[in-house]
């Protein structure tokens, strides 16, 4: 699902990218300007991506009880999902490269077995119990989507191998790894300069063009594109180099098939200054103890309904 298609490469190159080039970035809201306004955090206070970018609590009361009244709950069902599906994908991204390094470009053919009878993520490696809610279907599902998901990046990631042998004859392990798998799964990366987590990890990046990539199990929201956005900084702030391309991976399994969307989009100036305003925002929460209030409407689903309700 990291893999970008035919069509997506070309509205990647000659669409997005060239128009990025031409919009233009300003300066002061390049990561590397981190020590000046409006980029420098105003608070001695570190937040996760999340944190910032993510709005399913209206008001934000979720991090005021999270920071400031150090409530902790356990994810919800969705979360839980989500987070085994990430690791599957981790998984046989890892395995596949570690396959290839052991095996070598000469015993082509054991790459392609052994990644053939890599078994979907195992439960023992799952990071926590998964709760199967009301439905005792829900773990069953889980295992059926594990499957799928992984049996179709299996077929990618061969067809992709397959494609750069017949081109490279004289290739080695570590070009075809960077040919065939070009991106970098869970990298982490120090927000600390941008007042954000230490601690961070982005799903993928992918290259040689930075792409920030964001995986996605749930319906599309328009505060998705500050997750890249914040990413898109942290790595500027680290590497300087710019970062202008994100892509949100929307991902739903629909009878045993696995359908897959993507938003391509350009990590524009509007979204950098709303990614700073609204660091800014809970930052302020969390330091003066602020309580925005419960919402008019929460969901049932939200860990924290218990504690608003």
């Not at 799903?203 to 990539?213: G, K, M, R, S, W």
């Amino acid at each position: 699902m990291y893999f970008f298609t035919d069509e997506e490469k070309k509205n990647l190159y000659r669409g997005l990218l060239p128009k990025a080039r031409e919009m233009g970035v300003a300066d002061e809201l390049r990561g590397w300007n981190w020590p000046f306004p409006p980029l420098s955090p105003i608070y001695d206070i570190l937040l996760a991506i999340y944190e910032v970018a993510g709005a399913y609590c209206p008001t934000g009361r979720d991090l005021y009880l999270r920071r400031v009244k150090g409530i902790k709950t356990r994810p919800n069902l969705a979360m839980q999902k989500g987070t085994v599906l990430h690791g599957a994908l981790v998984h046989l991204i890892v395995a596949a490269k570690r396959i290839i390094y052991e095996e070598g470009v000469a015993n082509y053919q054991k790459i392609v077995t052994r990644l053939n009878e890599l078994p979907p993520y195992p439960p023992e490696c799952w990071p926590g119990e998964v709760d199967t809610g009301e439905d005792p279907e829900n773990y069953a599902r889980l295992l059926r989507n594990v499957k799928v998901l992984t049996d179709f990046e299996k077929s990618r990631l061969i067809a992709r191998i397959q494609e750069i042998l017949v081109k490279q004859p004289y290739i080695g392990e570590d070009s075809l790894v960077s040919l065939a798998i070009p991106v970098v799964v869970e990298q982490k990366l120090d927000g600390s300069f941008l007042g954000l987590s230490p601690n961070l990890s982005t799903d993928a990046v992918t290259y040689p063009e930075p792409v920030i990539v964001d995986l996605k199990f749930g319906r599309p929201q328009p505060f998705h594109r500050l997750n890249t956005t914040g990413y898109a900084l942290v790595m500027e702030s680290l590497y300087e180099f710019p970062v202008n391309l994100g892509c949100l991976v929307y991902a739903e399994f629909k009878d045993d098939r696995l359908l897959v969307r993507k938003d391509l989009h350009i990590i524009s100036d509007e979204l950098r200054q709303r990614f700073c305003e609204i660091r800014d925002e809970k930052a302020r929460l969390v330091a003066e103890e602020i309580d925005p209030g419960v919402p008019e409407n929460c969901p049932a689903s939200c860990p924290y309904f218990p504690f608003c309700r």
